[in-house]
């Protein structure tokens, strides 16, 4: 079997259930902005990482995937238990990994440690995510759990991120306001 069908050559790209739309379908742009997360998170786990860090990525990975599944399916809610088990999850790793991290006392701008800006990145690809999630629920009834768990990843990724600057010693850089 080819890989290419060219049945979306006109800018039309089939769902599961044989149902045709446009690319720029808010739903074909929701799960786009979920499998273009769960990509950045295959380049992050390219990275060196803690083992421990990488098996937790994976499992955000296998989430995302179904997620996705779910978003290409009108109706599909075949991952709502798995983003509640989700949302348990990060709410979890998000509260070990914040306890051991300074207290912030001001914005801080992305970067750092190459680790930690890629998990910016994605905090910032999962806030994209989240939003095409939320457009596409105000067309069409879309489970709430995906959105509440696009949510929590995406502070997930931000105390992931400082995490990594601590690990590897680099400081968070504080946001600075203009000078008035």
Known sequence: MSIYTKGGDRGETGLFGN???????????????????????????????EPADDDELRVVQDTLFEIGADLATPGGAASVARALEGIVQAE?????????????????????????????LARTVCRRAERRVWELADREPVP????????????????WARRANQ??????????????
């Open 19 to 49: 149902r045709r739309v446009r690319k720029h379908d808010p739903r074909v742009e929701a799960y786009g902005a979920v499998d273009e997360l769960n990509a950045l998170l295959g380049l992050l786990r390219s990275q060196p990482l």
């Open 144 to 159: 709430v759990e995906i959105g509440t768990y696009l949510n929590r990843l995406s502070d997930l990724f931000f105390v």
């Open 167 to 180: 690990r590897h010693q680099v400081a968070d850089v504080p946001w600075q306001r203009a000078p008035t």
């Open 92 to 120: 979890a790793w998000i509260d070990r990994d914040d306890s051991t991290l300074p207290p912030l006392r001001s914005f801080i701008l992305p970067g750092g440690h190459r680790e930690a800006a890629l998990l910016h």
